[in-house]
Nanobody, 120 residues
Framework: QLQLVESGGGLVQPGGSLRLSCAAPGSTLDSRPNAWFRQVPGKERERIAC????????DYADSVKGRSTISRDNAKNTLWLQMDTLKPEDTAVYYC?????????????WGQGTQVTVSS
């Protein structure tokens, strides 16, 4: 029923790592680009990473560039976000999303989100 389901969030120490996953039950990831967003209360939802439908190109927000990697496994209908060197300011609810034809396009589907908390 749910188009996208995130998992892998949790509590980590500053400097630690997390690997988030997004599954697409009953759907397919390879037909559209997919992205990871994050949001904290009172702030606009921020797109932090996007990957093309075939995985051929990626794009990252400056806030996570160099310490995050978005990837996909279309055979498993799974999207990943590896985050390293986590900082307290990375604390947010992380959402995966299916986009239109381009990473700059509108969101078609949202996941429900998974909480990431970076704290000592």
């Amino acid at each position: 029923q749910l188009q996208l389901v995130e998992s892998g969030g949790g509590l980590v120490q500053p400097g630690g790592s997390l690997r988030l996953s997004c599954a697409a039950p009953g759907s397919t990831l390879d037909s559209r680009p997919n992205a990871w967003f994050r949001q904290v209360p009172g702030k606009e939802r921020e797109r932090i990473a996007c990957i093309s439908a075939n995985g051929g190109s990626t794009d990252y927000a400056d806030s996570v560039k160099g310490r995050s990697t978005i990837s996909r496994d279309n055979a498993k209908n799974t999207l990943w976000l590896q985050m390293d060197t986590l900082k307290p300011e990375d604390t947010a609810v992380y959402y995966c999303a299916k986009l239109s034809f381009y990473c700059s396009g509108p969101v078609i589907y949202w996941g429900q989100g998974t909480q990431v908390t970076v704290s000592s």
